[in-house]
């Protein structure tokens, strides 16, 4: 019997372009979505005019139940007056009975969620704070979920910041609203490419948390 020698066949090269392709393709991979809640001002002094105010904390509670299942983590930030000058004429002496803590019905739920930090700020931006920033880091957030008030200004100057600093911003209408002398809460911020606003919390809970 006779056997031919073996061909040898020489490696065709890979094009760069595929090499590149697929070493984006790994890191995409790699990367993967870390999604965090930001709590604004959930405090009675911003609540007491709002009209949807039980509705709210329902569905704010409902988000935040499900981040204690999930451990995802959440960033509960609140305005603090610095000084006196700050304050709204005649607040003063409410700083003592909680008038500016958290309320409640969120501390509550908030306490079985296994990574929950709480946090101040002296402006109307949540990632004011040089602490919030560095925590979004060290969570590896890439996406914010945006719970609280008032949606006029210090949503939409905490989503803005957000959006300036490359995370992608989701929110619902039922979890963010504005005081009741406003006609209707300005969405504008969320017309954003990176920025989602849904129309129920229950729909970001099953897009975005659940997945």
Same mark, same amino acid.
């Given at each position: 019997?006779?056997?031919?020698?073996?061909?040898?066949? @020489?490696?065709?090269?890979?094009?760069?372009?595929?090499? &590149?392709?697929?070493?984006?393709?790994?890191?995409?991979?790699?990367?993967?979505?870390?999604?965090?809640?930001?709590?604004? #001002?959930?405090?009675?002094?911003?609540?007491?005019?709002?009209? @949807?105010?039980?509705?709210?904390?329902?569905?704010?509670?409902?988000? +935040?139940?499900?981040?204690?299942?999930?451990?995802?983590p959440?960033?509960?930030?609140?305005?603090?007056?610095?000084?006196? =000058? =700050?304050?709204?004429?005649g607040? +003063?002496?409410? *700083?003592?009975?909680?008038y500016?803590?958290?309320?409640?019905?969120?501390?509550?739920?908030?306490? =079985?969620?296994?990574?929950?930090?709480?946090?101040?700020?002296?402006?109307?931006?949540?990632?004011?704070?040089?602490?919030?920033?560095?925590?979004?880091?060290?969570?590896?957030?890439? #996406?914010?979920?945006?719970?609280?008030?008032?949606?006029?200004?210090?949503?939409?100057? &905490?989503?803005? #910041?957000?959006?300036?600093?490359?995370?992608?911003?989701?929110?619902?209408?039922? +979890?963010i609203? #504005?005081?009741?002398?406003r006609?209707?809460?300005?969405?504008?911020?969320?017309? !954003?490419?990176?920025?989602?606003?849904? @129309? !129920?919390?229950?729909?970001?809970?099953?897009? *975005?948390?659940?997945?």
């Amino acid at each position: 019997m006779c056997f031919k020698e073996p061909m040898l066949v @020489e490696p065709i090269p890979i094009p760069h372009c595929f090499t &590149s392709m697929m070493q984006r393709l790994m890191i995409t991979l790699d990367e993967r979505t870390q999604y965090g809640v930001i709590v604004i #001002d959930m405090q009675e002094f911003f609540l007491r005019d709002i009209a @949807e105010r039980k509705a709210l904390i329902a569905n704010q509670k409902a988000v +935040l139940k499900v981040c204690a299942k999930q451990d995802i983590p959440v960033l509960i930030v609140s305005y603090a007056p610095l000084t006196a =000058d =700050d304050l709204p004429a005649g607040t +003063l002496e409410k *700083l003592s009975g909680g008038y500016w803590k958290p309320i409640p019905e969120i501390k509550e739920v908030v306490a =079985d969620i296994p990574r929950a930090s709480y946090f101040t700020k002296s402006s109307n931006s949540a990632l004011s704070n040089a602490e919030v920033r560095k925590q979004l880091k060290s969570w590896n957030i890439t #996406d914010i979920c945006t719970l609280g008030v008032n949606t006029a200004t210090c949503i939409t100057e &905490s989503v803005e #910041d957000a959006l300036g600093m490359g995370y992608r911003v989701h929110s619902a209408k039922t +979890l963010i609203t #504005d005081r009741k002398f406003r006609p209707e809460p300005d969405y504008q911020v969320f017309n !954003h490419r990176d920025a989602r606003l849904y @129309e !129920h919390h229950s729909e970001l809970i099953v897009n *975005l948390l659940l997945v």
